[in-house]
């Protein structure tokens, strides 16, 4: 099956079952179209999923193929520089300060998993859902073998900060980074031989075909070529000298190359030329993925996503039209609503925010103020070109414009209508403005201030009030005939008033300033805030509920009406300029690099994240965190929340392995290295000496495979049945006699309730036993075609039908081996990084629908897996057996084209043998396909029915063994 991008599938299964599917409502953007940060990762885990991560934690994700982006959560504000995503919907990021994130929904929640290096980290490459490898900062490559749980750091012999790593299969991969380093691995990463790329420019991405085509590019215009994995010419005739950042290369010939101020380069040569194509774009452009040799995605600033569908002879950039600071929004209704900004700029919308479109509008200045009393009737005020004032209106809903003033002597900064003919205007020095005929007379009022004047409100056409710098508040009783100055303790400058009602009213200012009125506004009261933020716009929906929005993406909500007041959580750290609610659900906010975000719920989500902030809109901080497992094995401990972020504990661990059969140093791995002496062996997680007359003299023990082992050790026994003392396979049930009480049944040994397991117990149409629970059934009339099978939900098929003799099939992907060939000739062994370690899953007994894994027991992924005949399930996976592998490289299926069998292998059935020609057997194989240039893109590989981890050169994977 065909992956663009891969990573960790299995570990979705294991460690993340009970994570929520996701983070419902809160806060999404409306502009730009995908996320206000500057973005830079994207991966697609299947045609239809995708995942971008970027700038303070800005994280997305896809379900339609790219063409449109929601919100994800991710509790923290790391840059994050990569990341990558499986089929499985599991996925990691990576960023400052080393720090990893790991989703299992396909992006909605993103929660951390610990750090991978004390160093920035820059890049992820992954070739197999459990082993790959981040590179970073200070020469770091670090090294995963069970999907991001534990690191490895490797020895790369560098100093240089590195940017990019990638990996074209299980041991041969390359790293690039600052003074033209480049670095190969032919093993996995256990070594590195460092090259230059014939420039002192730093290399930002690196693509291979193979281990001797690898292309580099870099600052300045820098593109090397290397075609024998060694020497590398840098390319004299590069049409730009802007930065280059990111390459995608989908085969051998074809590739793109994205750089800053909007650059795409393509090449069709293997990147001997280029040619530069018109992105439509002025945007830094930092990342880029081609699915095939016509679509493609590029990721850049400022939520900048651009999409070809014809190799990139054209874009269309999804952020939508890029726009400069938005000043305020309103909305007459929860469909129709305007938001004003920098040059004059004016954006409608008639559908909630769904879309916003350009209005054509009558002026280039700043627009600082948007008022509206009906879906036809608004008005906007600002600058003139000249620095004055500016009013100008629409009565269709805003399709057209005309100026109602052209230049009054100071700027406007707010504006207020209290109905359709009565409305005010205050600004510079004092200013206000006055109407009582829709705007076509405006009058200059005396306003007893010289400061300036940032807001203005009525509760009615009589009574209103405006606020402004220097903590200057007045007030007027009629219609702003008069207005007279009103003392409050602040000398802050003051940017917002709202009232509830005719007595109730609140007003914000610069460094958390917050006062509220409950006598009309005779008397004003402070009212502390835990922050220090500017606070530029309140607005309250109703007598308990209000919202403040300020600078670094600050949202509060109150729901008591302003006694206690809690910081939503916005995926946004850019400054909002206002914020306006239609009720108590449905707002906007407004404000840098032409920010729109909505939200239907007030703002709250659905489950409360570790962010300090009441995500759930309880009143209360983080109370409900969900906790995950942050290590592995003997290791594992729960993630912490701790004043508002996310961590996992320090792992107490020694150097080296013990026999003891725990995973005492937590690397994933089980006694491995463990010294028993120059006599006796670890064997099972015991020090075993050898018995070479096949003898054994210490008591209790056996001879097996050349050691004196415990009788259990190397004994398989298949349910209900488990390894007795004298290692036989016997019911424990039986052999202890047990009788359980009503309601129970003994199973392993132990009375347990009864279950939809239990004998004459079935689960109802459309659902299926998982762990003993009655569960929906994804693959309930899933429709497959003939010689396909039903995983989760999606129909796919036999996998591993072409892997070579060097190679080993684990979970479905074909990965080089150097284990092939070693035979563990201790019962209970496999082969790790050619030694033979003790299996993890020894002495492990699970009960029905259930296996070992990694030394639990975990629903087994087989159970309701009917694969197609010939094949077998492993580790959910369907396999085709290794003596009908045809070992080529196109022999059968392809689950990214639709499957079916290649127009070679038309008619003809499956089956054969290990000497079988690939014309003359079609086998289950898959297109094993060049990397795409994606950060976790891979090749694929297959399984076995041994529970093992295996190790590329350094690396690992385990599969599942059946007990």
């Not at 994700?61 to 982006?69: A, E």
Request: with cysteine.
């Amino acid at each position: 099956m065909l992956l663009r991008c891969i990573s960790f599938a299995f570990l979705s299964l294991v460690f993340f079952s009970n994570q929520f599917e996701s983070a419902a409502a809160g806060w999404a953007w409306q502009r730009p179209a995908t996320h206000g940060h500057d973005l830079h990762g994207l991966c697609f885990g299947d045609p239809s999923r995708a995942v971008m991560v970027g700038q303070d934690g800005a994280a997305l994700y896809s379900v339609d193929g790219g063409l449109s982006w929601q919100t994800g959560w991710l509790p923290a504000d790391t840059d994050l520089r990569d990341v990558s995503l499986n089929q499985r919907r599991s996925g990691l990021a990576v960023g400052n300060q080393g720090r990893v994130f790991k989703t299992s929904d396909a992006g909605k929640i993103w929660r951390p998993l610990g750090t991978a290096a004390e160093v920035d980290l820059y890049s992820l490459s992954f070739v197999h859902p459990l082993i790959g490898w981040a590179a970073g900062d200070a020469g770091t490559v670090v090294n995963t073998i069970n999907g991001g749980i534990s690191w490895i750091t490797q020895d790369t012999g560098a100093y240089q900060d590195l940017r990019a790593i990638y990996f074209v299969n299980g041991l041969e991969g390359a790293a690039v980074g600052e003074g033209g380093t480049i670095l190969l691995t032919a093993d996995g990463g256990q070594h590195w031989t460092r090259l230059y790329a014939n420039s002192y420019y730093t290399l930002r991405s690196v693509a291979m075909s193979s281990a001797m085509h690898v292309v580099v590019v870099g600052n300045n215009g820098t593109i090397s070529i290397s075609t024998n994995g060694a020497d590398f010419e840098r390319l004299d005739d590069v049409p730009t000298i802007r930065n280059l950042t990111d390459i995608a290369m989908p085969d051998y010939l074809h590739a793109w190359v994205v750089g800053d101020q909007g650059t795409i380069l393509r090449s069709d040569n293997g990147g001997f030329s280029w040619e530069m194509l018109e992105s439509g774009s002025s945007a830094n452009l930092n990342k880029v993925v081609f699915e095939d040799l016509q679509n493609g995605w590029v990721a850049g600033d400022k939520g900048v996503l651009l999409l070809t569908s014809d190799g990139g002879d054209s874009w269309t950039n999804l952020a939508g039209q890029a726009a400069g600071w938005i000043r305020a929004v309103s909305f007459a209704d929860n469909q129709t609503g305007w938001a004003v900004g920098d040059e004059g700029s004016i954006w409608m919308t008639r559908d909630g925010g769904g879309s916003w479109e350009a209005a054509q509008s009558p002026t280039t200045a700043r627009l600082s103020d948007v008022s509206s009393v009906s879906a036809l009737k608004v008005w906007a005020v600002g600058a003139s070109g000249s620095g004055g004032g500016r009013i100008i209106a629409s009565a269709d809903g805003g399709d057209s414009w005309t100026t109602q003033v052209v230049e009054a002597p100071q700027a406007f900064y707010a504006v207020w209508f209290a109905d359709q003919v009565n409305g005010w205007a205050v600004g510079y020095a004092g200013a206000v403005w006055a109407t009582g005929d829709g705007g076509q007379n405006w009058n200059s009022q005396s306003s007893a201030t010289s400061q300036w004047l940032k807001d203005v409100m009525f509760i009615d056409d009589q009574n209103g009030f405006a606020v402004g710098t220097q903590g200057s508040l007045v007030r007027t009783t009629n219609g702003g005939t008069s207005w007279s100055l009103i003392d409050i303790d602040t000398v802050e400058d003051l940017n917002s008033i709202d009232f509830i009602d005719s007595q109730y009213g609140w007003l914000t200012g610069d460094n958390g300033t917050l006062f509220r009125t409950e006598d009309s506004g005779a008397t004003w009261q402070a009212v502390a805030l835990e922050t220090t933020d500017d606070l530029n716009s309140i607005d309250f929906v109703d007598t308990t509920t209000g919202f403040i929005a300020g600078v670094h993406g600050l949202v509060l909500t109150t729901r008591d009406a302003g006694l206690t007041w809690f910081r939503q959580t916005i995926p946004c750290k850019s400054t909002f300029q206002d914020i306006a609610f239609v009720d108590a659900a449905t707002g906007w906010v407004v404000g840098a690099g032409g920010s729109i975000l909505a939200t239907n719920s007030g703002g709250c989500l659905t489950e409360d994240l570790c962010d300090g902030f009441d995500s759930d809109c309880d009143s209360e901080t983080d109370e409900d965190f969900t906790s995950i497992e942050c290590h592995v094995a003997a290791c594992a401990e729960m993630s912490v929340c701790e004043n508002g972020s996310a961590t996992c504990p320090e792992t107490v661990s020694i150097d080296s392995e013990l026999c003891d059969g725990e995973d005492n140093n937590c690397n994933g791995l089980v006694d491995e290295g463990a010294s028993c002496g120059d006599t006796q062996a670890c064997v099972c997680g015991i020090c075993a000496p050898a018995c070479p007359d096949k003898t054994c003299l210490i008591e209790g023990r056996v001879c097996r495979g050349g050691f004196c082992v415990m009788p259990c050790c190397g004994t398989d026994c298949a349910y209900p049945e488990s390894c007795q003392p004298d290692g036989t396979c016997a019911d424990n049930c039986v052999v202890l006699g047990i009788n359980c009480e009503a309601g129970q049944e003994c199973r392993l040994g132990e009375c347990v309730a009864d279950d939809c397991f239990s004998a004459g117990a079935t689960c109802p149409p459309g659902q299926r036993c998982t762990l003993g629970v009655c569960q929906a059934d994804p693959c309930h009339e899933s429709g497959c075609v003939a010689g396909s099978y039903c995983r989760e939900g999606n129909c796919e098929y036999p996998a591993c039908g072409g892997c070579r003799t060097d190679e080993i099939c684990v979970h479905g992907a074909c990965l080089k081996s150097n284990c092939v060939t070693q035979e563990c000739w201790v019962p209970e062994q496999v082969c790790i990084d050619n030694r033979c370690l003790d299996d993890p899953c020894y002495g492990i007994h699970c009960s029905i629908g259930q296996v070992c894994w990694q030394g639990s027991c975990i629903a087994d992924p087989c159970l309701y897996i009917d694969c197609p005949a010939g094949t077998t399930c492993q580790a959910g996976f369907c396999i085709v057996p290794e003596d009908q592998r045809d070992g080529g490289v196109d022999a059968g299926f392809d689950g990214f084209d639709g499957g079916g069998p290649d127009a070679a292998d038309a008619g003809q059935n499956d089956g054969g043998t290990a000497e079988d020609t690939d014309a003359a057997d079609p086998g289950y194989e898959p297109d094993i396909a060049v990397p795409t240039g994606c950060s976790c893109a891979t090749n694929h590989p297959k399984s076995d029915s041994l529970v093992f981890w295996l190790l590329l050169a350094g690396l690992i994977g385990l599969a599942i063994k059946k007990k």
